[in-house]
């Protein structure tokens, strides 16, 4: 499965460098792009394993949205759901929105 990567608000010295590095290439911007983002990538599983330890643990890669039902049981174990005593269910405001229009 292929993702899409987008960086938002790039300077427009910085893209007119990476315009000008991928034209010395003989490449498309998004296939310089490719090659940096990949040479990045091989670099960071080239770092030793102690290293790389504790990269993962300050900076834990999360995709939101990407979570299997093994997974959402595992997180419920660790975090268990904090009591909503006293608070409103989810129906009665869906219910008051509702009956309010």
């Known amino acids: 499965m292929s993702v899409n ?40 599983e080239e770092r030793s394993p102690a290293v790389t330890a504790v990269a993962a643990a300050a900076a834990p890669i999360v995709r939101q949205g990407w979570k299997t039902i093994e997974d959402l049981v595992a997180e419920r174990l660790v975090h268990p759901l904090v009591p909503t005593n006293g608070l409103p269910l989810a129906v009665d405001i869906v219910r008051a929105d509702r009956d309010s229009r």
């Open 5 to 44: 990567l987008w960086i938002k608000g790039a300077p427009d010295d910085t893209a007119e460098r990476l315009r000008q590095r991928a034209e010395r290439n003989h490449r498309s911007l998004q296939g310089e792009l490719m090659v940096i983002i990949e040479q990045a990538a091989a670099a960071v």
